[in-house]
């Protein structure tokens, strides 16, 4: 009788989270999106904002498994023989997603991207942890909406991290203009969302590489028909996120892409492409030994080198 064999591996549902995000958000809330593309007075709509805030959540419950995966693999799996610099990271798996991102992106060239993803975890707050909003409209003649505010109602309070990020007078944060009431989330939103998670996940990928940041692709639908542009006859793709990110932005109408442009505060592309770090082998030396450096590429810098933030081994 042969023997049996086992496996260890890592229950992780980082790219299962994001993936259902993104087809939540392509699936559900783009059609309404769509539907409504001529009208956008509110720039909200019943039937829009449910699927955002549910693929905010998982957006960001994604984002979280993956970088525990980082941790583990970096400072927490027991490496033969033991790495130097352990622990690297100066958070634990168990610290919040604000906590996280705080550390990682402590670079002064990355304040504001550390800023907007810190933004995505407010908004998640508001979502996850309820808190009821008193709402006003103003109609015009028509009937189309003249404005509408909201203020949180009694007995519920913002977290300071909240506080820190919202606009004096508006229930909006500050860089993004995210809106903190639930219902007011539309398909716009959610793609400013998933280009600034896009941007992030590229540098962290791109800083810490295979495997150990390393998202993989995509099992995608073209649904519904048209959503992505040049997609040929296939009924299902395999696309990486960056691609996935690159069909949200491109189905919103040209006034839309233009206001998300404004927020982002940069061009959408510099938040889709990713820019993968290259070893000195790659960058310079004979083709024969940059082909033979990508085949068989140096493990990455931070498995050996002392971490480059203040206060490492914190």
């Not at 956008?40 to 019943?46: G, I, L, M, N, S």
């Not at 540098?203 to 028909?225: C, D, H, K, M, Q």
Request: charged fraction near 25%; include cysteine.
């Amino acid at each position: 009788m042969e023997r049996g064999h086992t496996q260890d591996y890592i229950s992780n549902l980082s790219m299962d989270l994001i993936g259902h995000a993104l087809e939540t958000g392509q699936y559900k809330a783009f059609p309404v999106y769509q539907r409504n593309i001529e009208r956008r007075e509110p720039p909200f709509a019943h039937g829009e904002y449910a699927p955002c805030a549910i693929a905010i959540l998982l957006l960001t419950s994604g984002l979280d498994y993956h970088l525990a995966r980082l941790k583990y693999l970096r400072d927490l799996y027991r490496h033969s023989p033991p790495l130097p610099h352990t622990p690297y990271f100066n958070w634990k798996i168990g610290d919040s997603l604000f906590s996280k991102v705080s550390k990682l992106l402590w670079k002064r060239t990355e304040r504001r991207l550390r800023e907007q993803v810190i933004e995505l975890t407010v908004v998640r707050d508001s979502v996850a942890h309820p808190k009821l909003y008193l709402v006003k409209q103003t109609w015009k003649a028509d009937d189309t909406v003249a404005e509408h505010r909201a203020r949180i109602s009694e007995g519920a309070e913002h977290r300071a991290k909240t506080v820190e990020r919202k606009l004096k007078r508006s229930e909006k944060t500050r860089s993004l203009h995210l809106p903190l009431v639930p219902t007011w989330l539309s398909y716009v939103d959610l793609v400013v969302c998933v280009l600034v998670l896009t941007r992030f996940i590229n540098l962290i990928e791109g800083r810490y590489g295979n495997p150990y940041a390393w998202t993989g692709s995509f099992s995608v639908r073209n649904v519904p028909a048209g959503f992505f542009s040049d997609w040929g006859h296939v009924s299902r793709k395999s696309i990486d996120l960056s691609a996935w990110a690159r069909g949200f932005f491109n189905s919103l109408a040209t006034g839309d892409q233009e206001a998300v442009h404004k927020r982002l505060g940069a061009d959408a592309s510099h938040y889709i492409d990713q820019k993968p770090a290259m070893s000195r082998q790659i960058r310079h030396g004979s083709i024969a030994r940059i082909l033979k450096a990508m085949r068989n590429p140096p493990p990455p810098e931070f498995m050996r080198k002392a971490p480059p933030w203040p206060n490492a081994g914190v």
